[in-house]
DNA sequence: TACTTGACAAAAG
DNA sequence: CCTTTTGCCAAGT
């Protein structure tokens, strides 16, 4: 679709995100060519929010692995979505977090 | 219609 | 090592 934003470009490329592994905001802003539009990534899966079905939102965290967005959706959802996938959480962190990484410059090709 | 806020990150001090 | 500043753009007030 042409005129696709930022934004929808992110609801994309955080649709696409395999399961059992988490994203950052930063690789995605990166991987639409800029790294410094992080902040929209996030902004953008807080517009998505309402249909979690096609954006697991929480698949994606910060650069430190801490799950940020953990209060804007259901109270512990976040959590226990990650913990179902196999991931580890302590502290609103995810442990391993480096290793269960998902880099959308790696897996997809722009 | 204009200003402020916001799921962040990276660089500089 | 930790704190502060800047960039980004959309949505809410």
Redesign the pocket.
Known sequence: MDKS???EDVLQVVAQIPPGKIT???AI??YLG????????????????GFPDK?P?HR?????GLL??????ADGE?ENLLQKEGLEIENNQVKNFKTHFWDPNIDLVL
Not at 34 to 49: D, F, N, P, Q
Not at 60 to 64: E, F, L, S
Not at 68 to 73: I, P
């Open positions: 934003t930022f934004y950052t905001y930063g802003a990166r800029s790294g410094k539009s992080s902040r929209m990534v996030g902004y953008a899966l807080h517009t998505c929010i954006i939102a994606v965290v910060n650069r430190n940020t967005g953990k209060n804007n959706f976040m």
